[in-house]
Structure formats: structure tokens, C-alpha cells
């Protein structure tokens, strides 16, 4: 268990709608990352937040945004979906970024299907 | 950009067998090395890095040597155990405007072990 917690498990939903998925980082853990993994695109960074400001920003649709909130929990909100929204949605936590060798610790993540 | 290969899998192999997957990566500078372990259902978690050039990181009797000549981070494991399989990701640390690292993953090699 890497302590960190993501919901839902899973979320199905249609074309055209808006989700939210949640994940709660490690105690301490002051940086949260989203990534996608897909079959055709492989394992994607999305965003980084660090103690709710965004610190860096990767492949993310402009359909998508995120935000980490005081609490240091951070909500993924994806909408207009289409069916190749449909993947695994990770969530990542580590106490900060600056230093090459720092560890990144993941949640078991959602998997969105969009039918 | 940065960019990591890994050998395309699935790779199958017996119980008690050698275990080598390919990774070489293209990077400006010195990057940080990384392996990733992916179990069915669950999220990435970090296998063993190596920081600097010759360095070699080690852990549950996996092993990866970090060489600058040929841009290369195999992993190997000398007698591979059922509950190996999994899908290993080799990744590099990648400075992100804004000053954070943030891996950048290969595709992934799954790893079938048969008893």
C-alpha cells in the first residue's frame, strides 16, 4: 500500500459528460501528478500541483483540468468525454520535485470507461 | 525531447529463469534512471534507480546498471519467481518548466513467468 488514495475505483459513463475523480496523497506529501495510461499512448503525465499551485504541466487536454485543494487532496475533472478518454487514471504523490532522484508514489487508480 | 525504449513483451519465461529487459534512453545531460514494477490491479511502484553514470541500483534481487557509453539501463534478475509478472517500466527523470522533475516512462514490458 503506497498510502496513497484514489476514488472512484471505477466510472463508467457516456459521451459528452464530465467527471471528477479524487485522490488523497501521502501524509506529508506536498506534490500530487495525474497521469493516463492508455493502450496507444502508454503511461502519460498530465499535471503537477505542489501545495495547491501548478507546478508543471504535460500532455493535458484542455477538456481536462485539475486543482489540489488546502487540504492537499486534488480532483481531476475531465469533460466533454469521448470514448478515447477511456483509460487508467493515476494519481502520484511525493513531498516535492526539485531533486532528480526524488520518488514518486502512486495510487492504484480509476479506470474510466466511456461508452 | 527525452525519451526512453524498453523491448516490446510480452516476455515469457519459466520459473528459475535469467530475466533481462531491454531500456536505452535519449537525454540532454545526466538524467536520474528509474524502474518501475506494475502488478495486475495495482499502481506503479519504484523498483530500484541509479543516479549517476556507472552506478548500479538493486532491489529484490533485481538489478540495473546505469551506462553512459550506450545510453542503457537493462534490468536483470538471475532466477525469475512466479509473482514476478508484471509490467516493468523503465523511466528517466526529466526537468519540467517550473523546476520539477518528472518521469518520463518507456511503454512497458509485461513479464509472464510460468511455474
Known amino acids: 500500500d503506497s498510502g496513497v488514495t484514489q476514488t472512484p475505483k471505477h466510472l463508467i459513463t457516456a459521451t459528452g459528460q464530465r467527471v471528477t475523480l479524487r485522490c488523497s496523497p501521502r501524509?506529508?506529501?506536498?506534490?500530487v501528478y495525474w497521469y493516463q495510461q492508455s493502450l496507444d499512448q502508454g503511461l502519460q503525465f498530465l499535471i503537477q500541483?505542489?501545495?495547491?499551485?501548478?507546478?508543471a504541466k504535460g500532455n493535458i487536454l484542455e477538456r481536462f483540468s485539475a486543482q489540489q485543494f488546502p487540504d492537499l487532496h486534488s480532483e481531476l475533472n475531465l469533460s466533454s468525454l469521448e470514448l478515447g478518454d477511456s483509460a487508467l487514471y493515476f494519481c502520484?504523490?511525493?513531498?516535492?520535485?526539485?531533486?532528480?532522484?526524488?520518488?514518486?508514489?502512486f495510487g492504484p487508480g480509476t479506470r474510466l470507461t466511456v461508452l | 525531447g527525452n525519451s526512453v525504449t524498453q523491448m516490446e513483451g510480452p516476455v515469457t519465461l519459466s520459473e528459475e529463469a535469467f530475466l533481462t529487459i531491454n531500456c536505452t534512453y535519449t537525454?540532454?545531460?545526466?538524467?536520474?534512471l528509474f524502474w518501475y514494477v506494475q502488478y495486475p490491479g495495482e499502481g506503479l511502484q519504484l523498483l530500484l534507480k541509479?543516479?549517476?553514470?556507472?552506478d548500479k541500483g538493486s532491489n529484490k534481487g533485481f538489478e540495473a546498471t546505469y551506462r553512459k557509453e550506450t545510453t542503457s539501463f537493462h534490468l536483470e534478475k538471475g532466477s525469475v519467481q512466479v509473482s514476478d509478472s508484471a509490467v516493468y517500466f523503465c523511466?528517466?527523470?526529466?526537468?519540467?518548466?517550473?523546476?520539477?522533475?518528472?518521469?518520463?516512462f518507456g511503454r512497458g514490458t509485461s513479464l509472464i513467468v510460468h511455474p
Open positions: 523511466a528517466l527523470s526529466d526537468l519540467r518548466a517550473g523546476g520539477s522533475y518528472i518521469p518520463t
Open positions: 541509479a543516479t549517476k553514470a556507472d
Open positions: 502520484a504523490s511525493s513531498v516535492d520535485q526539485l531533486l532528480s532522484t526524488d520518488t514518486q508514489y
Open positions: 501524509s506529508g506529501d506536498l506534490s
Open positions: 537525454a540532454t545531460g545526466y538524467p536520474s
Open positions: 500541483y505542489y501545495n495547491g499551485e501548478e507546478r
